[in-house]
């Protein structure tokens, strides 16, 4: 999820008084154009940008928005109250859609939307703890309903377990001296429940080289997609996609770093192909078929004019799926 409050964009009109602009939201709105009724199921409804867009463009098209953080919700529920039925809110996390579905419609859905960046409404909240841009807990949760904060991730953590955590969810090469700073400031009490300062810590102690990513920005990801289980529940939901979808419907996921794109990549293109056998057999002994297509081979990416509106589009990748 991407939000802005400056952009030339043709979606710009929809979304100004929310400050709210959804990336990519022209391509996911031609991705779901099925010319006939369809029922879509945003999974990670947010503010309600992109479902905004696609209930003014299809007026056929029923929505149900679902959002694991109840001010996103409560957001989105009065923005689109102007729809009436054709939109429906669920708290709920996407991967429970399968669990999900027979009430919603038993026999499958159209399609399936995941945006899986952060919204304005989490990053500029100080007490949710997702930016190192001011003061505030090191919190991270996307719902109250979790347990564990990211301060508990990283007092609870072993030395060893923060390293990994960081090297395979942040992708962060100095993940062991980070790891060991962190665990030694705060086994001397010098280290506070503040994520500006957890952040200054780790960028005073490991700069950054070479003009490469700052390395809080790579923990604090690690962290976060530990404390919201992000990778297990993508991973859940990619595992079900044929289940959930009836003949001809669409999923379009729109991922922010390399992690989740692999995941989604990968998950897509097993789809396309269908036989899981070794390279090295000669032919298919496994007897799996390809349920899908993609639809376009390659992710899309933003266009210069809507980076230049919104810089963090940059990253956005959005790929597409089609059921057979």
């Known amino acids: 999820m991407i939000i802005a409050t400056m952009t030339d964009s043709p979606v710009s009109s929809t979304h100004r008084r929310w400050g709210h602009v959804p990336v990519l939201a022209a391509e996911v709105v031609k991705a779901f154009d099925f010319g006939r009724p369809a029922l879509v199921i945003d999974g990670t409804l947010g503010a309600g940008g992109h479902t905004e867009a696609l209930l003014e463009r299809y007026p056929d098209m029923r929505i149900v928005g679902m959002d ?18 054709r939109f429906q809110s669920i708290q709920s996390n996407f991967a429970d859609l399968p669990a999900r579905l027979p009430v919603l419609s038993p026999s499958g859905i159209d399609g399936l939307l995941l945006d899986l960046g952060l919204s304005s409404l989490q990053l500029e909240d100080a007490q949710r703890g997702f930016s190192f ?5 090191l919190d991270m949760r996307m719902s109250r309903e979790l347990t564990q904060t990211a301060w508990d991730v990283l007092r609870q953590s072993s030395e060893e377990e923060l390293a990994r955590l960081f090297r395979t969810y942040g992708e962060e090469k100095q993940s062991r001296r980070i790891a060991s700073l962190l665990k030694a400031a705060l086994s001397k009490g010098a280290l506070e429940n503040d994520a500006w300062k957890v952040a200054e810590f780790i960028r005073s102690n490991a ?3 070479g003009g490469r990513i700052d390395p ?5 990801q690690a962290l976060r997609i530990a404390v919201n289980h992000e990778l297990e529940n993508l991973k859940d939901l990619l595992g079900q996609m044929e289940n959930v979808l009836v003949p001809g419907g669409r999923v379009a996921v729109i991922s ?6 692999r995941l989604v990549k990968r998950a897509f293109q097993q789809a396309a192909k269908g036989c899981i056998c070794p390279p090295q057999v000669p032919q298919c002994v496994c007897g799996k078929k390809p349920w899908a297509r993609l639809i376009p081979r390659k992710a899309i990416q933003s266009t210069a004019d809507e980076i230049a509106g919104n810089p963090r589009a940059r990253s956005a990748r959005l790929r597409l799926l089609e059921k057979r």
């Open 133 to 137: 841009l001011r003061p505030g807990p």
């Open 68 to 85: 694991w953080d109840t001010l996103a919700l409560s957001t989105a529920e009065e923005r689109l109250s102007r729809f009436g039925e």
């Open 256 to 261: 922010f770093h390399s992690l989740e794109d």
């Open 207 to 209: 700069p950054a080289r």
């Open 216 to 220: 809080s920005t790579r923990c604090f």
